[in-house]
């Protein structure tokens, strides 16, 4: 009988405590933001193509070592074959913001491919290439929702002539 009762009383503990032992493994999960992205002021009267590549942590060693002068070469493949990216085209004097709504329907095949990063790559002069976020013509942006301020819904990108700025604060210590 104190046996039946012990185990029924462990059952009860350890489905009351479950709960708490996995929610810390599954509240940093990718998140759907607006990706924000705006040209400085500087480049108003510059023609300048952004892209934005959804990537999965299986693909994201090949976008973080790719050579950006090759990457924006006209026909290269790496670009052509880039699935769901999304271009923003700046033309001289338009507009100097473009937004991926997270509203968007790009998201949904993203996610739907476990896309946990998303690659954005600026069309800019530079000389040397250099890996990942190294080069200023590339950032790398984490969709794990730990990674940035809790409430953050927009992750805002400045592209200077210096390279992309990530203007979105992470959360603190990250």
Request: proline share 6%; net charge positive.
């Amino acid at each position: 009988m104190n046996l039946s009762r012990f185990i029924r009383l462990s059952c009860v503990l350890l489905m009351a405590g479950a709960p708490l032992l996995f929610s810390g493994c599954a509240s940093c999960m990718p998140a759907r933001y607006n990706i924000e992205v705006s040209l400085h002021p500087s480049l108003k009267d510059s023609s300048m193509q952004v892209d934005l590549v959804g990537v999965n942590s299986g693909g994201l060693s090949s976008w973080e070592g790719y050579s950006m002068s090759s990457y924006w070469k006209p026909n290269d493949a790496k670009r052509r074959d880039a699935l769901d990216k999304v271009t923003f085209d700046f033309l001289s004097g338009s507009t100097l913001s473009a937004t991926l709504k997270s509203t968007d329907p790009v998201w949904n095949k993203w996610l739907a491919r476990g896309v946990s990063h998303v690659v954005v790559l600026a069309n800019q002069p530079m000389q040397t290439d250099k890996p990942g976020n190294q080069d200023a013509r590339r950032q790398i942006l984490p969709l794990d929702n730990c990674h940035w301020a809790k409430g953050t819904s927009t992750l805002k990108l400045l592209v200077q002539q210096s390279g992309i700025e990530i203007l979105t604060p992470p959360a603190v210590g990250k």
